[in-house]
Nanobody, 124 residues
Framework: QVQLRESGGGLVQAGDSLRLSCSAS????????LGWFRQAPGQKREFVAR????????YYADSNEGRFIISRDRAKNMLYLQMNNLQPEDTAVYYC?????????????????WGQGIQVTISS
């Protein structure tokens, strides 16, 4: 079965950078898109970025384009999210997700598989 496992979260200060990793296993992801979402306390799960596993094409939420970079290593089945100039409002649980590339774009219910999430906390 598909398994997604995030790592790399933690507590950093405003202005710092952090790289999240997601290990993907259980099937071929060539027909999939993988994405990152985040959810702050009391908020809805929010789209962060998406990447087509086969093509490498990327798509970002307007709010973080230019600060966040999504990438992948197909040989290692790893997805990454490089986050730069982090701000307290970026504090959230970050989730890795996978879904059919023809269907999964920027809405959480378009994705079929989810990791358990990892906490990212930015102190001011």
């Amino acid at each position: 079965q598909v398994q997604l496992r995030e790592s790399g979260g933690g507590l950093v200060q405003a202005g710092d950078s952090l790289r999240l990793s997601c290990s993907a296993s259980g099937r071929s992801f060539l027909e999939f898109a993988l994405g990152w979402f985040r959810q702050a306390p009391g908020q809805k799960r929010e789209f962060v970025a998406r990447l087509g596993w086969l093509t490498g094409n990327t798509y970002y939420a307007d709010s973080n384009e230019g600060r966040f970079i999504i990438s992948r290593d197909r040989a290692k089945n790893m997805l990454y999210l490089q986050m730069n100039n982090l701000q307290p409002e970026d504090t959230a649980v970050y989730y890795c997700a996978a879904g059919s590339r023809g269907f999964a774009y920027r809405t959480a219910n378009e994705y079929s598989y989810w990791g358990q999430g990892i906490q990212v906390t930015i102190s001011s």
